[in-house]
């Protein structure tokens, strides 16, 4: 994490689109579906093609039992072949009758790999979606997905795919789970939807880090037992003379779980200026799947708003020389008051090739969505052979190219700090605080966002709060 220039200072960055509409995935343990409940799940197509430039699954789902259901604990899985083994593609909603923003989207890989699947859509819902009534339906759920190339794709080949049906039938090869239990349809074979939920048994064999965060406070021995460093040391970024305080990294309950607070405070001045940061003491993490459940703020807990705040969640290694091409980090920065020429809130995805801290300059490639995010949020990045892939609760936020790969391997980092004190210049004190309830890392595995939730869940139903699996790099 560096200062970084205003935006009159180039940055080497592309900006991709972002597909809004996610809701927090829960990391709850899944509950079974009573007898009573029941889904039906209709589909039709608006492509009926062979091939088309996206395929257009609409859906519709009824409550067939006997009581209420909460639609945000409705999944639905449409399967499809991929038309290549690199393919990558985009989920949108072009309308729906409960609100696109209401309807979540993302791709899986099937463990079991068919001629007719190996990827799959699932859909699903937030709270603003609200509930069905037994014999109430969702009305119209017009949904789409296409190659973020936008090539043409074949949809003939597609397991869940049906040409002839142009007008909504009852569709047994796209799945509904209700509460983590399979209620509807049936999957390709060997792919039933609740299969890869065993915390301890990753699919293809990834050693994973999990820590709950479950402390007593920042002189807890199991901290440093765990691996974690609670920074005391001077240095950037952030404020000239501000000082990291360790005892400002505090554990308290939030939503029954323990989680990590760090606190940064001001008076106005460098010397007042206190900041925080958590990280891991080793470099060893690089491909794979990384997620944290972060709560970020837009106003102080205490004192006069408006300072220059950047609330994190990344991996890093060491700049070894200016531009050193082996340099690496991936970072979600929420600025809630604005800051680096930006006048208001912004959240930022950033890849990084390299940079030069003096005269500046940057190669990096970034996203960017100029909105509120207080709150919690669940936040996933994947690592490949191909790409760099940000996600916000369970949506796609950005796609980074294969430049920006790490060639070494990491730390993981929490920290909130101060950019400067230009946006607010009271001497009054004030207090700041971002928050973190878990964080995961599966080495060389690309999760969805809906298996890291499932992941994390096992976890907590199994009362595990910590394991460290990765080996040494």
């Avoid at 609200?130 to 949809?155: H, I, K, M, V």
């Avoid at 301890?200 to 691996?227: E, K, M, N, V």
């Avoid at 001077?234 to 005892?247: K, L």
Wanted: net charge negative.
């Amino acid at each position: 994490m560096r200062n970084r220039p205003s935006a009159g200072r180039a940055r080497l960055a592309l900006a991709l689109s972002v597909l809004l509409g996610g809701g927090a995935l829960t990391a709850l343990p899944a509950q079974a579906a009573s007898a009573a409940d029941g889904l039906t799940v209709q589909y039709r197509t608006s492509a009926s093609g062979a091939t088309a430039d996206q395929t257009e699954p609409w859906f519709k789902v009824r409550n067939t039992g006997s009581s209420t259901v909460q639609l945000s604990q409705v999944k639905i899985r449409y399967y499809f072949k991929a038309d290549s083994p690199n393919a990558s593609y985009r989920f949108a909603c072009s309308w729906a009758v409960r609100g696109c923003a209401a309807v979540t989207g993302t791709f899986g890989t099937l463990s079991n790999p068919t001629a007719t699947a190996d990827r799959y859509l699932e859909i699903g819902f937030t709270a603003a979606a609200g509930t069905l009534a037994p014999g109430a339906d969702s009305g119209d759920l017009q949904l789409r997905f296409y190659q973020s190339n936008w090539q043409t794709l074949r949809q003939s080949d597609d397991y869940s795919f049906n040409g002839a049906q142009t007008s909504y039938a009852s569709w047994d090869k796209v799945t509904a789970q209700l509460a983590g239990a399979t209620v509807w349809g049936a999957a390709p074979e060997g792919n039933d939807p609740t299969d890869p939920t065993d915390p301890t048994d990753p699919p293809g064999g990834g050693q994973t880090l999990f820590d709950d965060f479950d402390y007593s406070s920042h002189t807890d021995p199991a901290i440093s037992a765990h691996g974690w460093s609670v920074r005391a040391n001077s240095g950037g970024p952030g404020v000239p003379g501000a000082t990291w305080d360790p005892s400002k990294v505090t554990f308290v309950s939030s939503g029954g779980n323990s989680v990590m607070n760090l606190e940064t405070s001001t008076a106005g001045t460098g010397a007042s200026t206190t900041q925080t940061e958590v990280l891991t003491k080793s470099t060893k993490f690089r491909n794979g799947t990384y997620a944290a459940r972060v709560k970020f703020s837009d106003a102080p807990k205490s004192g006069p708003d408006g300072d220059h705040l950047v609330q994190t969640f990344f991996t890093i290694n060491d700049l070894k020389a200016p531009m050193a091409d082996d340099y690496a980090e991936y970072d979600f920065e929420y600025l809630p008051n604005g800051g680096w020429g930006e006048p208001s809130n912004i959240l930022y995805t950033t890849s990084w090739e390299t940079y030069n801290p003096d005269p500046w300059q940057a190669v990096n490639q970034h996203s960017e969505q100029r909105s509120s995010y207080a709150g919690w949020h669940d936040l996933v990045v994947t690592i490949d052979d191909s790409a760099i892939t940000y996600y916000v609760d369970g949506q796609v936020f950005g796609t980074h190219d294969a430049q920006y790969l790490p060639e070494r391997p990491m730390s993981i980092n929490f920290n909130q700090w101060l950019i400067d004190l230009n946006g607010q210049t009271s001497t009054t004190p004030r207090a700041y605080d971002q928050q973190v309830d878990y964080v995961l890392h599966v080495k060389d595995q690309v999760l969805t966002p809906a298996e890291v939730a499932a992941k994390v869940a096992g976890y907590r139903a199994a009362g595990t709060g910590f394991v460290d699996e990765v080996p040494a790099s």
